[in-house]
C-alpha cells in the first residue's frame, strides 16, 4: 500500500507559477523549462515518487526526468518519438511512464535477489499443473486435421477450461508419439498484457504497466524477459496463429502442422509426378502468373483441402510454378542463410570427391525440417531427370532453375547473386545427381 500511495503522488504542487516559455508541446505542467539538476531537487523537496521535467543547461533541446526514489533524485534522459521513453518501452503518457518506472524501481530494489534466483528453479520442465489436462489435450491434438480444432476442453467434472496454456499444449505435443520433434527456437515479441499474468517459465508475476514480458508469437508462451534467455528451443506453434502457408517459416509450418515436410511440398510433388514428368520443359517453363497467385491464396486460405488437380489447373506449368514460389518465398531459404557460404565454398573446390565430401558435411548443418525437405525435393528432381528424354530436363538445367530458388546470399547483394549464380547451379546439380549417396 505505501507503494501504491508513492506512485500516485501528483507533481501540480511543484509547478513554477509562471508559464514556463518553449515548453515542448507534448508536455505538460510537470515541464520546468531549463534548469539546473540542484533546482530540480529542491522543487521535488525529497517526496518519494515525485517527478519533473527539465530541459538540460548544457545541452539545449535535449530533455530529463527528474524522479525521487529511494531517497535520492535520480535523473534520465527523455525521449519522444510519437510516444515517451526513456529505455525500450514506449508510452502514451509522461504519467505512465513514471508510473511503470516506480513500479519497475521499486520491485527490482526491495527484491533484486529473488529477481536473480527466478530462473534458477523454472516451473518450465515440471509443469505439474498441467498433467491432469493433459491425456485430454493430447487426444484432442491427435484429431484428423480434418476436423476443427477446439478453443477449449473439459475436465472430469465437465467444467470448461476456456483458455489451454501454451504450456500444457507443449506438454501434450511433447508426449503424442505422432508429433515431429524438429528443433525450434520462441519468436518471442515484446506484449502487453491487459490484467494479471504470470511468467509461464518461472511462475512469477509479470510486473509493469506496458510490455511487461514477451510472448512467444508462434506458440503463446509468455515470459520474462530475461526468462526467455533460458527457455529450450522447443517451441511447438500452434495453428490457430498461422495465418498463412506461404512466406511462413518452414520449420514452423511443418510443426503446426506436424508433418514432415510443408504440405505445399508433398501436395506439389504427388500432382507433378502423377500427370506432369513428362512435360516438355517441366520447371523451366512457366505457367500464367495470375493462376499460380490462385494456388498460392488456396493454399492460404485451404490449407491441405486445396484442391490443385488437373480439373481446376490442366496446366502442370502452374503447380511447378506455385511450388517454385513457395520456396521463393521463404523468409528463410530451404538452403539457410547461415550454410549459404560454406555451400558457396563447397562448390568451389576442384576435386569432385572432396567436393562431393564438403558438401555433405555442410548438408549436416541444415536444420532437419530443410534437410528433409531438401532431401524430398531432390527425390524428386532426380525422377524428373530420368524422364529427360521427354522433358529435356536433366540436372543441370534443374541446377539452373532451383539454384537461385533454394539459396540466397544473406546479404542482399545483385552483384553478389550474379557471382555465385555458377556455384548455386552447381550445388543443386550435384545434390540431384547425387541424391542417393548424399542423403
Known amino acids: 500500500m505505501v507503494f ?11 509547478q513554477e507559477k509562471k508559464q514556463v516559455e518553449n515548453r515542448p508541446k507534448y508536455y505538460g505542467r510537470e515541464f520546468h523549462g531549463i534548469i539546473s539538476r540542484e533546482k530540480a ?26 524522479l525521487r526514489f529511494g531517497n535520492q533524485t535520480l535523473n534520465y534522459r527523455l ?25 519497475t524501481l521499486y520491485i527490482e530494489t526491495k527484491a533484486s535477489e529473488y529477481i536473480s534466483k527466478m530462473t534458477t528453479n523454472p516451473i518450465y520442465e515440471h509443469i505439474g499443473y498441467a498433467t491432469l489436462l ?17 478453443a477449449s476442453v473439459t475436465n472430469e467434472e465437465h467444467t470448461p477450461v476456456e483458455k489451454i496454456s501454451s504450456l500444457v499444449r507443449r506438454a501434450a505435443l ?24 504470470w511468467c509461464e517459465y518461472c511462475a512469477n508475476f509479470m510486473w509493469g504497466l506496458i510490455a511487461q514480458g514477451v510472448r512467444c508469437s ?4 509468455n515470459v520474462h524477459k530475461q526468462c526467455s534467455k533460458h527457455v529450450p528451443n522447443d517451441c511447438q506453434p500452434d495453428l490457430k496463429r498461422i495465418k498463412k502457408v506461404y512466406c511462413c517459416d518452414l520449420t514452423t ?33 512457366s505457367g500464367f ?97 530420368m524422364n529427360e528424354k521427354d522433358n529435356f530436363m536433366n540436372a543441370e538445367n534443374l541446377g539452373i532453375v532451383f539454384g537461385p530458388t533454394l539459396m540466397r546470399p544473406p546479404e542482399d547483394s545483385t552483384l553478389t547473386t550474379l557471382h555465385d549464380m555458377r556455384y548455386q547451379k552447381l550445388i543443386v546439380q550435384i545434390l540431384i545427381e547425387n541424391e542417393d549417396v548424399l542423403f
Open 4 to 14: 501504491l500511495k508513492m506512485k500516485c503522488l501528483s507533481v501540480g504542487s511543484y
Open 41 to 66: 531537487d529542491e522543487l521535488l523537496g525529497g517526496v518519494e515518487g515525485a517527478y519533473i521535467l527539465r530541459e538540460s543547461q548544457r545541452q539545449p533541446g535535449c530533455y530529463t526526468l527528474a
Open 79 to 103: 525521449f519522444y518519438d510519437g510516444k515517451h521513453f526513456v529505455g525500450e518501452k514506449r508510452f502514451e503518457s509522461i504519467h505512465d511512464l513514471v508510473t511503470d518506472g516506480l513500479i
Open 134 to 150: 493433459r491425456e485430454k489435450v493430447s487426444r484432442r491434438l491427435s484429431r484428423s486435421k480434418n476436423e476443427s480444432r477446439k
Open 174 to 197: 511433447t508426449h503424442n508419439d505422432n508429433h515431429f520433434n524438429y528443433e525450434k527456437t520462441h519468436n518471442f515479441k515484446v506484449h502487453t498484457f491487459r490484467g494479471p499474468h
Open 218 to 221: 508462434d506458440c503463446g508462451l
Open 253 to 285: 509450418l511443418v510443426k503446426a502442422h506436424n508433418t514432415q515436410r510443408p504440405m505445399v511440398v508433398d501436395i506439389c510433388i504427388r500432382e507433378i509426378e502423377a500427370r506432369g514428368l513428362k512435360s516438355e520443359g517441366l520447371y523451366r517453363v
Open 289 to 385: 502468373t495470375e493462376h499460380i497467385e490462385d494456388v498460392k491464396m488456396a493454399f492460404d486460405r485451404d490449407g491441405e483441402k486445396a484442391d490443385i488437380s488437373a480439373n481446376i489447373y490442366p496446366d502442370i506449368n502452374i503447380i511447378t510454378g506455385a511450388l517454385k514460389l513457395y520456396f521463393r518465398d521463404l523468409p528463410i531459404p530451404v538452403i539457410t542463410y547461415d550454410t549459404y557460404s560454406k555451400f558457396i565454398e563447397a562448390a568451389k573446390i576442384s576435386n569432385a570427391d572432396e567436393r562431393l565430401e564438403a558438401v555433405h558435411e555442410v548438408l549436416m548443418l541444415l536444420p532437419p525440417a530443410h534437410y528433409e525437405t531438401l532431401r524430398y525435393l531432390m527425390i524428386h528432381l532426380k525422377k524428373v531427370t
